[in-house]
Nanobody, 125 residues
Framework: QVQLVESGGGGGSVQAGGSLRLSCAAS????????MGWFRQAPGKEREFVAG????????YYADSVKGRFTASRSNAENTVYLQMNSLKLEDTAVYYC????????????????WGQGTQVTVSS
């Protein structure tokens, strides 16, 4: 079956202004055929789109709140998608999820078929 496994949140915290790189390893699907998205959910808030990357990595999309600070990338050889997060802010604290969608990109949660279990990112002052 399809599995998406996030890592890199660390379980601990990172100071504001610092950096983290999240990874999402995929299995059970033809990874290079899928658009990959990153979403996040902060306590008491709805899950929101963060970033997306096309099947070949040629196109990336970002929420305005992270544009210029976060970078999505992927390695189809390793079936892995990454989210490099720089200049982290307190408001970036959330559980981060990767998700997979066949065909075109989307910022809409319901249009993603597969989801990881999430990894906690905590930014402290």
């Amino acid at each position: 079956q399809v599995q998406l496994v996030e890592s890199g949140g660390g379980g601990g915290s990172v100071q504001a202004g610092g950096s983290l790189r999240l990874s999402c390893a995929a299995s059970g699907l033809t990874f290079s055929s899928y658009y990959m998205g990153w979403f996040r959910q902060a306590p008491g808030k709805e899950r929101e789109f963060v970033a997306g990357i096309s099947w070949d990595g040629g196109s990336t999309y970002y929420a305005d709140s992270v544009k210029g600070r976060f970078t999505a990338s992927r390695s189809n050889a390793e079936n892995t998608v990454y989210l490099q997060m720089n200049s982290l802010k307190l408001e970036d604290t959330a559980v981060y999820y990767c998700a997979a969608r066949r065909s075109r990109g989307s910022r809409i949660m319901a249009e993603y078929a597969y989801w990881g279990q999430g990894t906690q990112v905590t930014v402290s002052s």
